[in-house]
């Protein structure tokens, strides 16, 4: 390749010379239009982030119902938009590890009982005052209130005592929890000035954007915050915008036509067709959500263990992750837990589609009749077709699925967690203390699988606590061991998080922990120039 | 009474389209070469001639859904529209009849039920009531019935005060007679014409709801509810989602057509895409 | 203008108002009888027991249901709609902006529309039974016929993804430059134009032909007039009345009965705010929603009740 394209190239990148000019004289130069348009982009990655100009994202999950206070942020816009200008203790490292953000250091006693996070010095909110150990404290408070909604409360109730000790808080907890660390990178708990106790919807916290738009439900906006502690890392753009687009086709269409520089959520079926457009580029990365068949431990017949057997071995999940995901995600082990987990062991054998070993296990159970199952357009996107598809997979068995299909209201109230056989949804946790803790330990309220044995509680607690990583990893290869094989839950596969970047836009890196780079793609992409 | 060759052609082309909808409707199980819900193929397969129309977001056989899909559309539509026009008919001759305290109940009764938007009715009440054909055709009919009540009370006010009505009212014939003998045979060839109008309005306000995700359940499916499955294909061209919305388009234009044929051996005025 | 019709219009006004009353009582009966509880479709799957306690009673959900009403209708009155149970916004001042973009669009597509359909009707007449006449036909009869729904997505087709002369989403917000509001608007507004474009085109000519067999129109004929003066001068103003009617009852549609249109383009208007309320039983948002659109339609057709009045002598001056 001849020095002069390359000089050219890096001129490009730095703005010193147009895209088009540099095409032509490419071309004069005997290149190809698609090398020279690869060799852009490299540059453009030598180069570094492009500094300024406007990044658009159009996602769904926003209802002109929502508000900004952390506290109550479920859906993906929310969430999105909070990364933008909201500012946590520590963030998820896309290798699942932590980054101490606001915290400067976390360190606890040895019995995992007492944390010390120590307060940097230095950050500002973007009222212009400083981040204190009184209003990540304040912030604490606020969350695990009992009066509060916060959903975060669950996460916090752990906690006995708080105090602030110098530039550092102090969280004395019940139980030892070696995991506490992963519990302040939840996305609800943004550090907020008196911990928002004054006006939780102000917007204010010390992320890389101010707040200049909130238009709930239709788009927000925010201008790079001069003051931003990490300088340069993060908000490369002057601007960021969301604009809120449910529709799934009308997202794909402001990406195609190029109103919107990112979308996520995009449907598995598209992704061949919408990889052909020029210019756009699919992100996928396989996360920690799952969709499970949901069994009863203690309700019959699905009391009987050789019967929950049968009916994970007459699982499909190759049919099944092709036919509902179009092969984007990863098929489930029975466990509600992935490689996207810290700590998890990777070496336990796959459960395999069995007819024949499931009509013996059904055999052994001596049921007879069909079994009711349960679905309903909102447990999951394509959960009824998953559950014909399961119906057929199950008739080589020999068992008979009768599916009734629930209407989407009232599906959360009414079925998941109250019938012994259903379909549902989790979008992961942090950890695998936290997603057992959440729904597999007998006194969670969670329990959708009415799993209640003291021993697994037991191995939980222990983990919990337990500082050596090895034996920690030890201790969840048993405990993953024992859900494969005992447990009431039916994992066919885990979802990967499918998004989509538009032309021009670099500096893409996926998040298993969420879609849109874990929330930051606005604040860590930019568009070539 | 007709004149075969005096129909016009594009009434010939509606009668012969409509005649092969109902009769794809009716006999759907013995014309469909797949079930309903019976995954055939991969998603989005092109037209081939294994599967003629393709496949759906689901690898299903799209032309056998069609056939299907024309059964329920039509089924549901013709329901509703019978009941709109039972009901609407029956209340607005009587309102007419009667006239007096009776007449401005229902009126004023049918103008507030009128003045709140069709869909945004709709979209309430069904996100409410469970959601089975039974009470979409319910919602659809009686949220029609009032257009067409005002129709007929406007027609029938006219004919009612003509003078072989009188006649009759002196006669002492009953209000059961003045109604069914006297006003329904003169005013029947505006309702006939709008009947065809309001039909299509049904298959496209279904259609809508189905859209909206109120609308048939599946795997059973409208051809609304057909080109929302497939709608993620429509910006790429598939035609998985074109060829429902233009099978509800072609069904509308047939019925219009012969709606029309009607429409000019009489004249009429009313009715409309309901008031939105 | 004389007295009696004053007494008319006046009439028709108190009719109006009392109208406006009963749909405001249908309205809250209606939405007490939505089952569901609001608590916990706020909450979602993620309610605890703990929080779900706490937020209802907070939202107050306990008074009995009359005195909820006068309270609300007493609100009302005052211009106060209440505050969202979602979000605890003040629902007057969040509606207001989405009204007006409702108003924004539907005032697009009408000006277009409305001209268009009549200039389309008056030349279906002029020529009728020509060829023109039956392209007009079929053009009209082709376009109600499609989804609405389907006409959108194909707008997004060819003008935002193919071609990329229009945005494909109309996100419109305060202190946009008109001129890229108007842009953003083109397509939906598109739409519903080929939405109301062919009732109106319809009625516009089979009320002009309905006068067009009358005695002064032959009278007008054999005076030499040319057709199109005809039409102009002596049919049109006749027809007024229907035409003004159909026009009304489009322009209604164009303002309560675009959800499926915002859906699509992504419309910030008062059609997305309600469906996102209904699904969180948000009962204040959907009575205010709904006394508006109430408002909306039986304003115009008071408008049109009116105007048909001062078009018609014979009621103008009643026996």
């Known amino acids: 390749m001849s020095k002069e394209l390359e000089f050219l190239s890096h001129s490009v990148a730095r703005g010193k010379l147009s895209r088009r000019d540099f095409l032509g004289r490419a071309a004069a130069l005997g290149v190809s239009a698609a090398f020279a348009n690869t060799l852009l982009s490299d540059a453009a990655r030598a180069e570094g982030p492009v500094k300024g100009g406007m990044l658009k994202a159009g996602l769904q999950g926003g209802e002109s119902s929502n508000v900004l206070d952390p506290a109550l942020n479920l859906s993906q816009v929310n969430f999105s938009f909070g990364k933008c200008w909201g500012e946590l203790l520590v963030e998820l490292k896309p290798d699942g590890g932590l980054e101490n953000r606001i915290a400067e250091e976390i360190g606890s006693s040895p019995d995992a009982k007492t944390w010390t996070m120590k307060i940097r010095k230095g950050i500002q909110f973007h009222d212009g005052k400083e981040v204190a150990p009184a209003d990540v404290m304040a912030t604490l408070e606020r969350h695990a209130d009992e009066k509060s909604k916060s959903a975060a409360l669950g996460i916090l109730q752990g906690i006995d005592t708080m105090k602030v000790d110098g530039d550092a808080v102090v969280v004395t907890l ?89 979308i996520n959520r995009v449907e598995p079926k598209i992704v061949d067709l919408i990889k052909r457009v020029p210019g756009v580029t699919i992100q996928t990365v396989s996360g920690r959500g799952f969709y499970p068949f949901n069994m009863f431990c203690d309700t019959a017949p699905f009391d009987n263990n050789d019967l929950r057997m049968a009916l994970k071995l007459a699982m499909d999940r190759d049919e099944m992750l092709d036919k509902i995901l179009r092969g984007y995600g990863e098929v489930g082990n029975d466990m509600p837990v992935n490689k996207a987990y810290p700590l998890f062991s990777d070496d336990i054998e796959q459960r395999k589609f069995d007819p024949e070993k499931a009509a013996e296990f059904y055999k052994k159970s001596g049921h007879s009749g069909s079994i009711l199952l349960r679905t309903s357009d909102v447990a999951f996107p394509g959960a009824v077709d998953a559950a014909q598809l399961y119906q057929q997979s199950c008739a080589k068995a020999g068992i008979k699925i009768e599916i009734k299909r629930e209407p989407g209201d009232g599906y959360w109230s009414e079925v998941w967690n109250k019938q012994p056989f259903s379909l549902s949804y989790w979008g992961g946790r942090a950890t695998q203390d936290q997603m057992y803790s959440t729904a597999y330990i007998s006194s969670a309220d969670w329990n959708d699988t009415r799993w209640k044995r003291p021993e697994f509680d037991k191995m939980v607690i222990a983990a919990r606590g337990e500082l050596d990583e090895a034996k920690r990893k030890k201790m969840y290869r048993d405990m993953g061991l024992m859900m494969r094989d005992e447990g009431g839950l039916l994992v066919p596969f885990f979802n990967q998080y499918i998004d989509a970047s538009g032309k021009g836009v670099q500096g893409w890196v996926n998040n298993p922990a969420q879609e849109m780079c874990g929330g930051y793609a606005l604040a860590m992409c930019w568009l070539e120039a | 009474m007709l004149d075969l060759k005096r129909i016009p052609l594009g009434a010939w082309l509606g009668l012969v389209l409509t005649g092969l909808f109902l009769i794809c409707a009716i006999f759907a199980p013995w014309i469909a070469p797949h079930g309903n819900g019976e995954i055939v193929g991969d998603v989005w397969e092109p037209m081939s001639a294994a599967h003629l129309l393709g496949t759906d977001n689901l690898g299903r056989d799209l032309l056998s859904r069609m056939i299907y899909g024309a059964r329920i559309t039509i089924l549901i539509a013709v329901l509703a529209t019978a009941l709109s026009f039972s009901l609407g008919a029956i209340l607005g001759f009587t309102a007419a009849a009667v006239g007096g305290w009776f007449d401005t109940l229902v009126s004023r009764f049918v103008d507030l039920l009128m003045s709140i938007p069709t869909l945004i009715f709709g979209l309430v009440v069904l996100s409410v009531l469970p959601t089975n054909t039974l009470t979409l055709i319910l919602v659809m009919g009686i949220l029609d019935s009032t257009r067409v009540y005002r129709l007929s009370r406007a027609v029938a006010v006219d004919i009612n005060v003509m003078d072989f009505v009188e006649a009759a009212k002196l006669r002492g014939e009953g209000m059961r007679w003045i109604i069914f003998r006297e006003i329904l045979p003169n005013a029947l060839s505006p309702l006939v014409a709008e009947l065809g109008v309001r039909f299509i309005f049904a298959v496209l306000f279904l259609s809508a709801l189905s859209f909206l995700g109120l609308g048939v359940q599946p795997p059973d499916s409208d051809w609304g509810g057909m080109v929302k499955e497939n709608k993620d294909g429509i910006v790429f061209g598939i035609p998985a989602a074109l060829i429902p919305a233009a099978a509800i388009a072609v069904l509308a234009i047939s019925v219009n057509l012969v709606a029309d044929w009607v429409l000019n051996r009489t004249t009429d005025l009313k009715g409309g895409r309901g008031n939105g | 203008m004389s007295f009696p019709i004053l007494k008319l219009i006046a009439q028709r006004i108190a009719l109006g108002i009392v109208l406006l009353f009963a749909v405001s009582i249908l309205i809250f009966v209606g939405t007490q009888i939505l089952p569901g509880d609001v608590a916990q479709s706020i909450l979602g799957q993620a309610a605890t027991p703990q929080a779900l306690a706490n937020l209802r009673e907070q939202l107050g959900l306990n008074d009995p249901a009359y005195i909820r009403y006068f309270r609300w209708l007493g609100g009302v009155l005052t211009g106060d709609l209440g505050t969202a149970l979602t979000s605890g916004q003040d629902i007057a001042s969040s509606i207001w902006p989405r009204l007006e973009n409702t108003l924004f669009l539907a005032g697009c597509a009408a000006v277009v529309a409305v001209p268009l359909a009549i200039i389309l009707g008056l030349l279906a007449v002029r020529y009728r039974n020509g060829p023109i006449d039956k392209i007009i036909s079929a053009f009209a009869l082709a376009s109600t016929s499609f989804p609405e729904f389907f006409i959108g997505y194909l707008l997004v087709y060819f003008f935002a993804v193919k071609w990329q002369v229009f945005p494909a989403i109309s996100t419109v917000f305060d202190g946009m430059p008109f001129l890229q509001r108007l842009q953003a608007v083109v397509l939906p507004a598109t739409a519903l134009t080929l939405v109301v474009l062919a009732h109106m085109m319809r009625m516009t000519r089979a009320a002009i032909l309905n006068v067009m067999q009358s005695a002064y129109i032959e009278t007008a004929e054999l005076k030499g007039l040319r057709p199109f003066d005809i039409i102009r001068k002596h049919a049109f103003p006749n027809a007024v009345a229907p035409v003004v009617n159909v026009v009304m009852l489009n322009l209604a549609y164009l303002v309560v009965g675009v959800v499926v249109i915002e859906v699509i383009f992504v419309y910030p208007g008062m059609g997305q705010y309600l469906v996102d309320h209904v699904a969180k039983r948000d009962v204040p948002v959907v009575q205010a929603v709904g006394l508006i659109f109430a408002a909306v339609y039986i304003v115009l057709n008071i408008i049109a009740d009116i105007a048909a009045i001062l078009a018609n002598p014979r009621l103008r001056h009643p026996k």
């Open chain 1, 174 to 262: 019940k139980d030892a929890n070696a995991d506490f660390p992963y519990l302040m990178a939840d996305y609800h708990l943004v550090i907020q000035p008196n911990g928002g106790k004054d006006n939780p919807n102000a917007g204010i916290s010390a992320g890389p954007y101010k707040v200049t738009v909130n238009e709930p439900g239709v788009r927000y906006g925010g201008e790079k915050f001069a003051n931003y502690w990490q300088g340069d890392k993060l908000g490369h753009a002057d601007q960021v915008e969301i604009v809120v687009i449910n529709d799934p086709t009308a997202r794909t269409a402001a990406l195609q036509g190029g109103q919107v520089n990112m």
